[in-house]
């Protein structure tokens, strides 16, 4: 699975299955992978009390991810958006830390016919989303009691955890952004804490690959919140959401968000600026495996030649 031992694969399969028996009892009567990432297994379990996700990592620390998802979605849940329940999250019996979620039905919504309609109804979802009011700026905030961690204001975040100069350098060095544009971003940047007022929920990964819909084109489903942050709104996600959409997409997500021509002109520069930065750990990636090709496409992207919109 995804480049990783096949052994771990079958002790994740086993531990999903011992899981749900650890919870609800013997009787799984059948245990199916439902792929997972750089980190997590992911489980469909099939048991006669109903049929649930599990995801698992052998990485102690993600139990935290797990738990700061269990929050977000709660949260998401009671503004009105359609996400799974999380059941639990534990690390008992181990040694794997899982979150146990109940299948959400669906199907997801990448290549969905109805692409248009999900992406505007997407834009709604999002606009719920942001009315969760949060405290601080990032990936440390309501749902821990952390508070060494936390970033207070947006330049805290900035510095710390986003590392803004370490990835402004990298663009510089490697993605041929002049000092211009760089000391542009960085302004245009550092303003966003004063428009984006206080912060607010944020999914981290609105796209459709995170969607699941019926077949008649109804999100039925929001999920994988592991990049879910207390930012501001509706600069973070909105920049995500947009970067990889075309022209049309993108005016199908904005109206259901409800972002008028006004507002979007004024925050425009800002979400340009977020994308940019958002490259720098891609074009690092690229630098540091070699990938000339991987480097020249980025190089492309970032210095707005594909822009055919603005002069």
Not at 65 to 85: C, M, N, S, T, Y
Not at 268 to 295: F, I, T
Request: charged share 25%.
């Amino acid at each position: 699975m995804n480049g990783r031992p096949d052994g771990e694969a079958r002790r994740a399969r086993a531990a999903a299955r011992r899981i749900i028996s650890h919870h609800l009892g013997d009787g799984a009567y059948r245990v199916c992978a439902r792929g997972g990432g750089a980190t997590n297994h992911v489980y469909e379990v099939a048991h006669p009390e109903g049929t649930f996700i599990v995801r698992l990592s052998l990485d102690p620390a993600k139990i935290h991810d797990f738990q700061k998802e269990q929050w977000a979605i709660a949260q998401a849940r009671e503004a009105g958006v359609p996400v799974p329940q999380v059941l639990e999250v534990g690390n008992q019996p181990g040694p794997f830390v899982y979150m146990v979620s109940n299948l959400a039905r669906g199907e997801e919504a990448t290549r969905h016919p109805q692409r248009m309609e999900l992406l505007e109804q997407l834009g709604a979802l999002a606009a719920r989303i942001h009315r969760v009011a949060t405290h601080g700026f990032g990936s440390t905030f309501d749902w821990s009691h952390n508070q060494l961690s936390r970033c207070e204001t947006w330049d805290a975040y900035l510095g710390r955890e986003l590392a803004l100069e370490a990835r402004l350098e990298t663009l510089a060095e490697h993605g041929g952004v002049d000092e211009d544009r760089l000391a542009r971003m960085r302004e245009r940047l550092q303003e966003i804490g004063g428009l984006a007022g206080e912060p607010r929920l944020n999914h981290g990964d609105l796209r459709l690959k995170n969607v699941l819909a019926t077949r008649e084109g109804r999100i039925t489903a929001l999920i994988d919140w592991e990049f879910a942050t207390s930012n501001a709104a509706p600069f973070w996600d909105t920049s995500l959401a947009l970067h990889d959409l075309s022209i049309d997409e993108k005016h199908a997500y904005l109206a259901g968000y409800g972002l008028d021509v006004a507002r979007l002109a004024e925050i425009a520069p800002h979400l340009k600026a977020l994308n940019l930065l958002n490259y720098a750990p891609y074009l690092q990636r690229a630098v540091e495996a070699g990938d000339a090709a991987q480097v020249e496409r980025c190089r492309t992207r970032l210095s707005g030649a594909l822009d055919l919109y603005s002069l």
